[in-house]
C-alpha cells in the first residue's frame, strides 16, 4: 500500500500540455526539465511555458522543481524567463487557478521549486492560468459565434477571424502571436464578452471589431512557447513573405490587406502580448498620437500599470526580425500598437493577476479604445 500511495505519475499529453524529462529523485521529489522551444536557427530558446497534471499524489507533501530554464531573447543569453517572481500556478480542475502559495527560486542553478500537498489526486501545475481551444470552442459556443476562416496554420489547424459591431470606426485586435501568453487570450474574451454584453451595445454601433483570437493554434495546441511548428516567430517575421514556412503571418496579411483593399479602414490596430515583470505600449510613427491618447486613458481608468512609457517601434531592422507593428506601419501606414502586459506582481491590482482580472480588463480595453479615437 505504501507503494501505491507514491505511484506518482506525471503526463502533459493534452491540450496546451507541455513539459520535458521528468526525474523522481525521492518518493515526493520531481524534478522538471521545462521543454522551451528554439527557432527556426536553434537560437533563442525561450523555456517558459510548463503545463502537465501530476497524478495520484493527494495528500503527498510534494516537493516539484523546474529546471532547464536558461535561453535567449533576440540573441542575447538569459537565466530564464521563469524568475523569483512567476508564480507557477496550479489547479486541481483545470478551471480554477490559484497562485502556487510556497515556492523557492534558487537562482545559482537557476530553479524553481514548488511545494505542495495537493488534496486531490489530479494536480495541474502551469506557468499561467492556461487558454487552449477548449476555453476558446466554450467561448464560441456561448456566445453562438461563427468565425470566418481566414487560413491554416502550418499543421492545418484553422486561423479565426470574428467581426463584431457595424460602426463606422474599425478597431482590429489580435491576441496571441506567441502560444506561452495564455493571459492575453483571458483578455481578448473579456473584450469579446463585453462587446457582445448588453454593456457593449454602444461599441457596437460606434464600431467595428475585427478580432484575431488566436494567431498560432498549433503553438497553443502543443505548448509551444513562442514559435510556429516551422521555428519562426510570429511577430518578428512581418517583413518576410514566405507561405509555406509562416502560413500564419500569410493569411493574417492577406486579410488585413483584403480588408484595406476593398476600401475600409483600420482605425487602430493593436496586438496583445505578456511578459514576466514589464508592461507597456508602443506604436508605429503612424500612431504616435493615437498611443499616447490610448496610454493616457489605460493608465487612468485600468489596472494597466506601466513600467515605461510609449515609444515608437524603428523601422529599420534585421531581415525578419520585423514585428506586427513595423509590418503594418511600413506596407500599410496602419496606426498600429502592441500591449505588453506582466503575469507577475501588478502594484494597481495589488496581486499576481487572475483571470477575472485579465477578462475585466478587456472589457475596460474594448471601452478605451474607442473612447480613444474620440467616439
Ligand atoms: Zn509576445
Redesign the pocket.
Known sequence: MLLLAFAITVSSNFDGGSIGKVEQPAPAHLRCAVEGQTDQAGRNRQANWYYFRVDGAKGVPLTIDLVNLPGEYNFIPNRGAVQKDTIPHYSFDQITWHPVEQTEFDAAEPRMRIKITPTSNKLWIAHTPPYTVVELKRMFARHKLKPEIIGKSVEGRDLYLLTIGKGPKVIWLMSR??SW?SFTSWAAEGFIDHLLSPAGAKLREQATFKIIPIADPDGMAHGGV?FNRHGFDL?RNWDVTDEAKMPEITAQRKAIFQWLDSGKPIDLFLSL??TETAEYIDGSQAAKDLVARVYDLLVKNTKFAPTRPPQIEPLKVDTGRMNVVQGLQRDRQIRAMLM?QRITFNPKLGRIPTVEDRKAFGAQLAETLVAALGL
Open positions: 502571436q506567441h501568453e513562442r511577430n502580448h505578456n505588453e
